[in-house]
């Protein structure tokens, strides 16, 4: 290599690399995708009455209150059909058209739940853009919960000082989020603090604080389920999934890695943030018998808003309950959680 090839290799790499960066923080940022995913659960629950087939479906005791085609929300339907609608991690902090655009037609949609998991705001200045995080009220409720960023202000140096040694960070600014609830309930959103709601219609519905909730208490909260219910948790970060697989949920819905924000093909997200392995950073995953979707989330801190491999996006999840049917894999056990790596 002669003297003049080196500077034109550096200058190469410097260029590429700035290419790289503008592309991932000017473009696919901004490419906002609303993706559908269908999932069935199984609930086993115990039937009010009658007997439940070999294929999991309700047969009558001819008093006439098992009936019907299990399409619908009725108590006693074989099976219950519920349209989800989930964001996460809309991080507002400024008047972002894009995003708030995409936010707003994406909820004025025909949905049963909108569920809204955590790091909804960026700092206080996000509050006046709360509005455009619902547009339509959906059939059954709109509910969130919060996540790290929202009650925490992060640093520039613990975002990069802190992620190499937790031990070197500073202690963390707190924020009173008692503002963001009340910006959240004036739009429509009914914001769960280690609470959970029930719907007549066949969904109960939990929703879990940041940090997190003693199992114990977890399982109080999903156990007020009435028979042939969905179980269905809301979660910002994904850690001690284990909890919510014992306390008998049927799906649990969550966010916080971003999808990693960067992905590897063939490889997945360099960083998850969480106990989730690089190829689970986001969509549906599977814990023993329940079901996650873990979502990309539809933004990140301003200082960090980058993507590559991985564009935001906001979810249709699609579910299929059968609450007097046992999972096809009966036996399914799970083994426990992985190895932990957070950083908050």
Same mark, same amino acid.
């Given at each position: ?17 700035? @290419? ?16 559908? &995913? ?21 047969? @009558? ?9 299990? #399409? ?45 998991? @955590?790091? &909804? ?26 996540? #790290? ?103 649990? &819905? ?11 093909? @063939? ?65 399914? &056990? ?11």
């Amino acid at each position: 290599m002669n003297k003049k090839t080196l500077p034109l290799l550096a200058g190469s790499a410097i260029l590429t690399g700035l @290419g790289v960066y503008l592309y991932a923080s000017k473009v696919e940022a901004k490419n906002f995708k609303l993706e559908t &995913v269908r999932v069935t659960t199984y609930g086993a629950d115990e039937p009010p009455s009658g007997n439940v087939n070999g294929n999991g479906n309700l047969s @009558g005791n001819g008093n006439g209150n098992i009936g019907g085609n299990g #399409n619908g929300h009725g108590k006693h339907a074989e099976k219950k059909i519920f349209r989800i609608l989930h964001l996460s991690d809309t991080h507002l902090s400024e008047p972002e058209a894009e995003k708030l655009r995409f936010l707003e037609e994406v909820t004025d949609g025909d949905f049963d739940l909108v569920v809204l998991t @955590g790091d &909804v705001f960026e700092n206080y200045t996000g509050l006046k853009y709360a509005s455009s995080l619902l547009s339509r009220q959906p059939k059954l409720g709109a509910y969130a919960v919060l996540g #790290n960023h929202d009650y925490y202000n992060y640093s520039f140096f613990n975002k990069i000082v802190g992620r190499i040694n937790r031990r070197w960070r500073h202690p963390m600014e707190y924020r009173d989020v008692k503002p963001m609830i009340k910006a959240l309930s004036n739009t429509g959103w009914d914001v769960l603090l280690n609470e959970s709601r029930t719907h007549a219609e066949g969904v109960h519905v939990v929703g879990v604080d940041y940090p997190g909730i003693e199992p114990a208490e977890l399982t109080r909260l999903v156990s007020e389920a009435p028979d042939g219910h969905m179980k269905l948790a809301l979660f910002h970060m994904p850690r001690f999934l284990h909890t919510f697989v014992d306390a008998g949920v049927d799906i649990a &819905v969550g966010g916080h890695t971003h999808g990693g924000q960067i992905r590897v093909p @063939g490889v997945g997200a360099l960083i998850t943030d969480s106990e989730l392995s690089r190829k689970e950073a986001s969509g549906l995953i599977y814990r023993g018998k329940t079901a996650f979707h873990i979502s990309r989330g539809l933004s990140a801190d301003p200082r960090s808003n980058f993507r590559l491999f991985c564009p935001p996006a906001a979810t249709i999840i699609e579910v299929v309950h059968k609450p007097y049917a046992v999972h096809p894999e009966q036996d399914l &056990v799970y083994a426990g959680p992985r190895e932990s790596s957070f950083v908050d």
